[in-house]
């Protein structure tokens, strides 16, 4: 019997009322030969957000590109989750793997921008950040990229969730 813990900072968010924006990572043509014929199908990675602190992803499958980006934006909606921005940057650095992806996140001083590429640049982008230094480790392979990335960016806390988390009061968190 395996027992699953559901994280704090992994909780879904519900997007009737926001307002979100929809970046488009990519659109591969998939075949599959059969011994009669060949099919071609289509696969879309959507990132949507609102660009303050919520963001989320779709993959999408059909026969038709509309139609597989439309899925994917439908996916994306319902896996939304919150992010901790903190003036334009992340609270602290963040390292998380996803398959064959190794994602390095850490924060970086105003006027920097965002350092880094593909569909790890959508995802930091979407979610709102300004100003973030990122490195792209092993496979580039883009769905395993913006899972790792979403994880990372799920795992980070600031001090008002660690004062929760541990009944004590933000001067407490610093001071010690």
Not at 101 to 116: E, F, M, Q, R, Y
């Given at each position: ?12 968010i519900k997007y009737t009322g926001l307002e ?74 963040q390292e998380a793997k996803y398959g064959g ?76």
């Amino acid at each position: 019997m395996r027992i699953l813990k559901q994280n704090m900072s992994e909780k879904k968010i519900k997007y009737t009322g926001l307002e979100l924006k929809e970046k488009l990572v990519g659109v591969t043509r998939v075949c599959k030969v059969t011994k009669g014929r060949r099919y071609f199908s289509f696969s879309a990675i959507v990132i949507k957000g609102n660009e303050n602190g919520i963001v989320g992803y779709g993959f999408g499958k059909s026969k038709e590109a509309p139609d597989a980006i439309h899925k994917a934006g439908e996916q994306a909606k319902r896996n939304l989750c919150q992010v901790c921005v903190f003036n334009g940057t992340i609270p602290h650095e963040q390292e998380a793997k996803y398959g064959g992806a190794h994602i390095l996140i850490k924060p970086a001083s105003d006027g920097t921008g965002i350092i880094a590429g593909g569909p790890l640049r959508a995802v930091l982008e979407a979610a709102g950040l300004r100003n973030v230094l990122s490195k792209s480790k092993g496979s580039s392979n883009h769905h395993n990229v913006i899972k790792a990335t979403i994880k990372a960016l799920s795992k980070m806390r600031d001090v008002h969730i660690i004062s929760k988390q541990r009944g004590i009061t933000r001067k407490e968190v610093y001071d010690g």
